[in-house]
């Protein structure tokens, strides 16, 4: 909690220069926790620029739809039910703006360990998560026939409750198994994004094409209005990160071949492990003009808006140019790969084991089955021949025989656990300079296209990898 406002999670100063004590225990926080806030990165200024835009771009977009009319607010047409602006990156010159904001780049650079100059920024969406909890009278004329119709006590309160702003949930924004296992799929993923669909989607797929060896990845949250715990916003698990590799392990059957990790409430693995990690979750709430960055390992996710204050923020993703477009994977940096874990290290496969014990746990449960199965035929059999005594041995021998298939499910158990990890992946030819190069020149004609270019300055230029190095 911030000690000079509770209403707010604590945060840190960051300046554009200098290395001074605020911006060392804002590294120590991080460290610890996997999050750490910037304040006063946006002045009251750009933070108005940034709201006014965001609402404009909806009233564009969104027959109908007014900023100062909440009963109009239903017509916003957002993609997705977290109140994304729109399903590609924004481009808008004041969007872009704050993507080359220096005090912002020096709270990235400060978090991934690099200098400035090694920073790359990525290009994403925003959101507005509209206050659902304004008084009737903010929404009546929209309702007035709906309110005719349902005259029961309560249906007004529901009023705001038509754009609910998503369920609460934790998720990772990359597959943690590939990260940590350096997976060629998603190797080959990143080297095949081309960056020149019209609607940009490369510049949203790349977030999540990430392996530890590419070096350390953060997200980030700028936020634009106060926002307050009942605002709806970001969640993290503060600590999840360092305990990643033990996680993966535990939960290994919940691996699936997708590039993130989301949790389905019908399925009750799923459901048991998101509730575990939301009850250790954190709700992010911060003043207009902080960041919030976190490591891309860290479990977070959202909790919908429940006020009468609407969410604006900017999403943004960070990462090293020596790592994540170097022209060897892992050739920048410590590879430590930002997850601050301090995690045993293991060769190899690091899940050989964990698949190992698994088979060896499917196999003993199948021959369980199966003794269980012979049994049950055994006694079929006995009723049938009406033999008291008969059964009695015949239970004895099956028991016999259950312990010896124990003994040697065990022994196998022995082997495999001593069995060498299994090879790494294959090598993918890795082409970070030339994705660069595809990403800069895809990235000029949007910046053109939106008249954000102009705008752009030296910092901006190396942020966005438009400098040619
Ligand atoms: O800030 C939020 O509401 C959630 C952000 C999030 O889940 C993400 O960026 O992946």
């Not at 750009?46 to 109908?64: F, L, N």
């Not at 990462?319 to 301090?342: E, K, N």
């Not at 102009?454 to 966005?464: D, Q, R």
Request: hydrophobic content about 35%; overall charge negative; aromatic content about 8%.
């Amino acid at each position: 909690m911030d000690p000079e406002d509770p209403r707010f999670v604590m945060s840190f100063d960051i300046h554009a220069s200098g290395n001074d004590t605020q911006q060392q225990l804002a590294l120590a926080f991080f460290t610890k926790y996997g999050f750490v806030v910037f304040r006063d990165v946006f002045t009251e200024s750009e933070c108005a620029k940034t709201v006014d835009a965001m609402w404009s771009y909806a009233e564009q977009s969104s027959p109908g739809f007014l900023r100062a009319e909440p009963s109009t607010w239903s017509k916003y047409q957002s993609s997705g039910k977290y109140g994304l602006s729109l399903r590609g990156p924004s481009f808008d010159p004041v969007l872009v703006n704050n993507r080359q904001n220096e005090k912002l780049a020096a709270g990235l650079a400060l978090v991934l360990g690099v200098p400035v100059d090694d920073v790359i920024v990525g290009h994403d969406r925003f959101t507005i998560y509209r206050a659902t909890g304004l008084d009737d009278s903010e929404y009546q004329q929209q309702q007035v026939e709906k309110e005719e119709e349902e005259e029961e006590e309560g249906a007004k309160a529901e009023v705001g409750k038509q754009f609910l702003t998503g369920r609460k949930n934790v998720h990772l924004d990359l597959n943690p198994w590939w990260w940590l296992e350096a997976s060629p799929d998603i190797l080959t993923g990143a080297n095949s994004l081309q960056y020149a669909h019209a609607d940009a989607q490369d510049f949203i797929k790349e977030n999540n094409l990430v392996v530890k060896s590419m070096g350390p990845q953060v997200q980030a949250v700028m936020n634009f209005a106060n926002n307050e715990d009942g605002d709806g916003g970001t969640v993290v698990v503060p600590g999840f990160h360092r305990h990643l590799l033990q996680w993966c392990k535990q939960h290994y059957a919940l691996r699936k071949p997708v590039p993130f990790v989301t949790f389905s409430a019908r399925n009750d693995q799923e459901r048991e492990c998101e509730e575990a990690l939301l009850e250790q979750s954190l709700r992010v709430s911060m003043r207009a003009g902080s960041v919030l960055v976190w490591t891309q390992t860290l479990a977070h996710g959202t909790q919908p808006n429940n006020s009468k204050s609407s969410r604006m923020a900017q999403f943004i993703k960070a990462c090293t140019r020596s790592g994540a477009f170097g022209a060897r994977i892992g050739s920048g940096g410590d590879g430590d790969g930002g997850s601050g874990s301090g995690e045993e290290e293991e060769p190899g496969n690091v899940f050989s084991a964990v698949i190992a014990a698994a088979a060896a746990a499917a196999a003993a449960a199948k021959a369980a089955q199966e003794a269980k199965k012979i049994m049950e035929e055994e006694k079929e059999k006995e009723k049938k021949r009406g033999d008291g005594g008969s059964m009695q041995m015949q239970q004895q021998k099956q028991q016999q025989k259950q312990q010896q298939k124990q003994k040697r499910q065990k022994q196998q158990q022995q082997q495999q656990k001593h069995q060498p990890p299994a090879p790494a992946p294959a090598c993918v030819s890795w082409d970070g300079p030339g994705r660069l190069a595809r990403r800069a020149a895809a990235l000029e004609v949007h910046l053109r296209a939106s008249g954000a270019w102009e705008g752009v300055t030296p910092l901006g230029a190396s942020l966005f990898g438009l400098d040619g190095r």
